[in-house]
């Protein structure tokens, strides 16, 4: 259980075009999904948090209008790079919680999408 | 200061070593305590997840928390070079839903 699905997993692309990232929980329903990026390297840094329905809640100085989150069921996310750039190329990860019945804020985190924009 | 410290290593050790993980962190509102293993360009797994001090076991892991010294730890035994990846610690505030802040992660390798 508890498996969560990221798509592409990996995307090449030019500079100044959009790239949506989705998120998938499989086998449960997430009540609240969180977008993270993370450079070769380096740890994870979160961008947003997404509850379904609702408006994402993004950290201290991640762009909302360049990254768009939008979280339109329990088991879908997904995360838009609008206007991509080269310092954009990056490993995204997503993570999902609210596994039924855990009581906990247990993570579970998708396989990642790896971005380059050239 | 960081919240948490980890370090970086990288660490080797040969097969069958045990390992210890560790990381400090300097807020007491911390409850929740997991370990993740990222392997290369892929996602971070969830190992262990606790809540609090005290220790819990699975298989050849073992999760050890003291939060009067903030400090965690990971023992992972009998190692294997499938083991070798990176580790990273995580912990959650006490009434801050789910928001992970993450060690830097150590790189680990189990040399056969």
């Known amino acids: 259980g508890a498996v969560v699905s990221q798509h592409p997993s990996r995307v090449i692309c030019k500079s100044g075009t959009s790239v949506k990232i989705e998120c998938r929980s499989l086998?449960?329903?997430?009540?609240?999904m969180f977008w993270y990026r993370q450079f070769p390297k380096q740890s994870l840094m979160l961008m947003a948090t997404?509850?379904?329905?609702?408006?994402?809640?993004?950290e201290q100085g991640v762009e909302k209008d360049k990254f768009l989150i939008n979280h339109a069921s329990l088991t879908l996310s997904t995360l838009t790079v609008t206007s991509a750039h080269p310092e954009d190329s990056s490993f995204y990860i997503c993570?999902?919680?609210?596994?039924?019945?855990?009581?906990?804020?247990?993570?579970?985190f998708g396989p990642g999408t790896r971005l380059t924009v050239l | 200061q960081k919240e948490v410290e980890q370090d970086p290593g990288p660490l080797s050790v040969p097969e069958g070593a045990i390992v210890s993980l560790n990381c400090t962190y300097s807020n007491s509102a911390f409850q929740y305590f997991m370990w993740y293993r990222q392997y290369s360009r892929k996602g971070p797994e969830l190992l262990m997840y606790t809540y609090s001090s005290g220790n819990k076991e699975d298989g050849r892991f073992t999760a050890q928390v003291d939060k009067s010294s903030k400090y965690i730890s990971l023992f992972i035994r009998d190692s294997q070079p499938s083991d070798s990846a990176t580790y990273l610690c995580a912990m959650i505030r006490s009434g801050n839903t789910g928001k992970l802040i993450f060690g830097q992660g150590t790189t680990l390798q189990v040399k056969p």
């Open positions: 086998d449960f329903q997430a009540t609240t």
């Open positions: 993570s999902a919680s609210g596994l039924a019945g855990s009581g906990t804020d247990t993570q579970y």
């Open positions: 997404s509850n379904e329905g609702s408006k994402a809640t993004y």
